[in-house]
């Protein structure tokens, strides 16, 4: 399914110090990728993506990690386990 969005914006509060969260794998990747601005990307991979499994997992891993470990990264997040990504400075 084609959402017909060719381009990224963040400027509500992601530009304040929040955080995205998301289920779309899509624009997790196209908003990490993306020269605008954020403070991070949580990719969620749970199923069922109902709020009573949804949020549980999401409260323990945010309770559980520090704040700066989530800043400018791209996080995927299941029932189990998380990977973390930072994009290479330039010249790095």
């Known amino acids: 399914m084609q959402s017909g969005m060719t381009s990224l914006s963040f400027d509500g509060p992601p530009n304040e110090g929040w955080l995205v969260v998301t289920v779309d794998v899509d624009f997790a990747e196209r908003a990490y990728w993306s020269a605008d601005s954020h403070e991070g990307i949580i990719r969620l991979r749970l199923k069922p993506q109902t709020p009573g499994h949804v ?8 309770q559980a990690c520090q704040p700066e470990m989530l800043k400018k990264a791209l996080v995927i997040l299941t029932e189990s386990k998380f990977r973390l990504r930072r994009k290479q400075a330039p010249g790095a």
């Open 55 to 62: 949020l549980p997992v999401l409260r323990d891993f945010l």
